[in-house]
Structures are given as structure tokens and as C-alpha cells.
């Protein structure tokens, strides 16, 4: 079974007022490179990272640009939203068949590769989903895997509004997959946010 990656770095940062990858957990690391590298730790081929056309690309990790299965797709439509983004980083993938793939957020450090790999093998034991999404006492939320089934409906996708409309569908099967903390799940849409994300790196990571 055949899983491809998709890692959505091209959001606007309206809120924020700054490119949100590049902003710094500690001195040497970026807040876009964290989530990055542990999908990199995992099985995904190829791994589709999606990125602005004026992204300098000085936040990646250094051992990503040794992955010939990891390849940079700059979307031209990024400003347009979110839906437009996913949908670069899946005509990415599509060539390579792929039988699902994992669209992760760049401005989530906390997600783990055993989080993902848990949504791996949840599909590859029931590969009749239609998705497998995470979550802690809510409603499913990124990282998703979506099975090849769904590619239409994501391609489908318009606006700002992600694929939040499919998790919540009744017309897809899925399971939604519980993380024992809420830090898996932290994001950095504001300076507040952002602000408690260093913090609780600088706990996790003794800073």
C-alpha cells in the first residue's frame, strides 16, 4: 500500500503578519522544519511539500534537501486559500498512484511521526475508509489521511475552508483517531499562539 505526504507551508499568515515557518521555536530551529521532519521519519513516497512563490525556503531542515523522494511544489494560487493549496499538493502526488495520503499543517510542531504512522496503519487494517483523521475531544482535524476514494472531492475543494466539510460528511466512512494530549494539535494563527507554542517547546525540550 502506497501513502504519499502532503505538507501544506503555503498559508498567508494574515494574522500573524510574518511568514509563520520561518518564525524561531529556539535559535537554530524553525517553527515549519519541525513537523516536517518527523513525516520524514515516516514511510510517505513521495512527500509533497507546498510553499509560496516568495518562500526563500531558508526554513527547511537540512537533511530534507538530501530526499530525492521529497520534492517542493510552489503554488501559485495559495493566496486564493487554503482548498487551493491542497489541491497543488495533490496533482503533485497524483502521478505517483498513490493508494491515500496524508495532508499534514506546517504550523503544527507537535505532531509526531507515531501519530502519523498510527493513521497509516489504521487505514492499512480497514482499507475500506474513506479517511482516518485525528483529534482530542473534539471533531477530526489534521493530520488526515484521505484514501484515494476522496482525491475527487478534495480536488473538488474551494475557497479558505480546507476539508473540514468532508470529516464532518456523512457521506464518507472514517474514524477519528484520539491523541492522549491537546499539544499534538496546537497551531500558530496568532502571536498569542505562537507564544504559547515556544513555551511549551522550551518545557518538552528542557530551554
Not at 504519499?4 to 509563520?20: D, H, P, T
Not at 489521511?145 to 468532508?166: E, T
Amino acid at each position: 500500500m502506497k501513502v504519499a505526504g502532503i505538507y501544506l507551508a503555503a498559508g498567508q499568515s494574515r494574522r500573524m503578519g510574518v511568514s509563520k515557518v520561518s518564525l524561531k521555536l529556539s535559535q537554530e530551529i524553525s517553527l515549519g522544519s519541525v513537523a516536517l521532519s518527523e513525516l520524514d521519519r515516516c514511510n510517505l513516497s513521495p512527500l509533497v511539500v507546498v510553499v509560496r512563490a516568495d518562500d526563500t525556503l531558508e526554513w527547511l531542515p537540512p537533511a530534507v534537501h538530501k530526499q530525492e523522494r521529497l520534492r517542493i511544489e510552489t503554488c501559485l494560487t495559495a493566496h486564493l486559500g487554503l482548498s487551493f493549496s491542497l489541491r497543488c499538493g495533490l496533482n503533485a502526488v497524483l502521478p505517483t498512484q498513490p493508494d491515500a495520503v496524508i495532508v499534514a499543517l506546517a504550523d503544527q510542531p507537535f505532531i509526531t511521526t507515531g501519530l502519523i504512522n498510527r493513521l497509516i496503519e489504521t487505514f492499512q487494517n480497514s482499507p475500506g475508509l474513506d479517511f482516518v483523521a485525528s483529534t482530542h475531544k473534539g471533531a477530526g482535524m489534521p493530520p488526515v489521511l484521505f484514501s484515494k476514494a476522496l482525491f475527487p472531492a478534495l480536488q473538488s475543494l474551494d475557497g479558505d475552508r480546507g476539508a473540514a466539510s468532508i470529516l464532518r460528511s456523512p457521506d464518507y466512512k472514517g474514524v477519528v483517531l484520539e491523541a492522549d494530549s491537546a499539544h499534538y494539535f496546537m497551531d500558530a494563527d496568532t502571536h498569542e499562539e505562537f507564544g504559547n507554542i515556544v513555551s511549551h517547546w522550551s518545557q518538552i525540550n528542557g530551554n
